[in-house]
């Protein structure tokens, strides 16, 4: 085995972990990390929070310090992008030229964000968030006070919202569903955030679209479906994001809004795996595919994928988490929600401090926390457990979570 070459394209938070995790569980072979990006792997949480703030530096989002990859003879191939992988002769080809032969390969690379398909959505100052460099040129930009304009209110649009708002610039804010983060967060909790965001002085236009931009030299109003114009000198769009997956096709990979994997991170091709935003893998307990566009699924993936590849079988079926941070709110989610369970609330919506528990069949499948971090830490060791849940204590904010916890 030490001789193998284990070739991990995407060097995001899945592929630098997974890298990691091969030397730490022993792999004496060659570990090739190959990123697009000029940077080695980073955390993208920051890019729409502390970055934009100036509370976070490009330096505290990097997973491992610049010496790591030396140190632990992990090859860094930066600014190179596979654009073509040979299953049959196990080789990839690479966008500057050459190719790398591999043993094993993990597919870890991301995705990439949605365009506007309108008219005039390629003029200058029309910005997408996916990237140190993106994040960058948004901090940058942010600091000439432009009037903003944020087209989508999921979760990354609404985190720049309130990143813009704390700079003090106007921002205005369209959203075609009648809720921000309505379809992660339900209508309830997405109405809370409507509020929030207007306390906070965004203008915020729900169920419209934009149907337009226009400009001169770079954009100066954008044209809403109903026909009203807005001005605007920076505009972000943030309508979702798309597997990065065209590399692949023909290749005789299984793609279906990602790259299909079982719960061991294997694809349908000998050797070949995924992890990350781009793979859509099995949940064992949940009997379908997922695709799960969060950090804590991308860093659990990675390192499960690793040892995956050296053979180390172990199905993937964390509980699943992620969280946003808009002004002073704090969101965690735990689980998953299929529609259909019974809604326990601890606390109150009016004192936006609460946690809404979802169980199907008596047992806790789901949890979201608004402003309650406390109880996110019971609420997974519960969901975990898997047990029965008395849905009274649940909903006493007198009893400690703590002590529902099945003892081991
Ligand atoms: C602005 C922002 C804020 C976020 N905030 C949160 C948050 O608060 N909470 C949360 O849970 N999650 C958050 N996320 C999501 C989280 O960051 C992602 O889920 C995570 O980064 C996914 O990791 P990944 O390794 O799959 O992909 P990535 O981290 O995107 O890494 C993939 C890498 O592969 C590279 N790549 C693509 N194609 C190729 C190719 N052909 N060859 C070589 N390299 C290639 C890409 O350039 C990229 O560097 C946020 C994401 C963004 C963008």
């Known amino acids: 085995m030490s001789t193998s070459t284990f070739v991990i394209v995407g060097a995001g938070q899945a592929g630098g972990r997974a890298a990691e995790t091969l030397r730490r569980e022993g792999f004496a072979g060659r570990v090739v990390l190959v990123g697009a990006e000029p940077h ?35 090859e860094l191939r930066l600014g190179v992008r596979a654009t073509q992988i040979v299953p049959s002769e196990h080789w990839l080809e690479l966008s500057q030229g050459g190719s790398l032969n591999y043993d094993k390969l993990l597919l870890a690379t991301g995705v990439r964000p949605r365009l506007l398909s309108v008219p005039g959505a390629d003029l200058p100052g029309i910005i997408t968030l996916r990237t140190l460099a993106d994040a960058q040129h948004l901090a940058a930009a942010m600091a000439a006070s432009p009037r903003v304009l944020i087209v989508g209110a999921g979760f990354i649009g609404a985190e720049v919202a309130a990143a813009c708002r704390k700079r003090g610039l106007p921002v205005t804010m369209v959203e075609p569903l009648a809720a921000p983060m309505e379809r992660a967060l339900g209508t309830e909790l997405g109405n809370l955030y409507a509020a929030i965001h207007r306390d906070q002085g965004v203008d915020l236009r729900l169920r419209t679209g934009v149907a337009a931009f226009h400009g001169t030299d770079r954009v100066e109003e954008a044209e809403l ?20 997956t065209e590399y692949l096709e023909g290749s005789g990979l299984m793609l279906d809004n990602g790259i299909l994997t079982d719960q061991f991170s294997r694809t349908n091709l000998p050797d ?18 997922l695709r799960v566009e969060h950090w804590d699924n991308a860093e659990q993936q990675g390192k499960a994928a690793a040892k995956s590849m050296l053979g180390n079988l172990e199905p993937f079926m964390p509980v699943l988490y992620f969280w946003s941070d808009q ?16 809604e326990v609330r601890r606390g109150s919506l009016e004192a936006r401090k609460f946690t809404h528990f979802y169980l199907r069949d008596g047992a806790l499948v789901a949890a979201l926390c608004f402003n309650t971090p406390r109880d996110s830490m019971a609420a997974r060791k519960l969901i975990a457990a898997g047990t029965l849940v008395d849905p009274t204590k649940l909903g006493d904010e007198g009893v400690d979570l703590r002590s529902l916890v099945p003892k081991r």
Do not use: C
């Open 272 to 289: 070949i795996l995924a992890a990350g935003d781009a793979a859509r893998w099995l949940h064992p307990a949940l009997g379908r595919h």
């Open 327 to 342: 002004y002073e709110h704090g969101l965690q989610v735990l689980g998953h929600r299929s529609g259909g369970e019974d």
């Open 40 to 74: 080695r792997p980073y955390e993208r949480p920051p890019l729409s929070k502390g970055l934009l703030l100036g509370e976070t530096t490009a330096e505290q989002a990097y997973l491992r310090g610049a010496d790591h990859y030396g140190e632990q003879d992990i």
């Open 225 to 244: 479906t109903t026909g009203e114009r807005i001005s605007a000198d920076l505009v972000l769009v943030a309508i979702g994001v798309v597997p990065d």
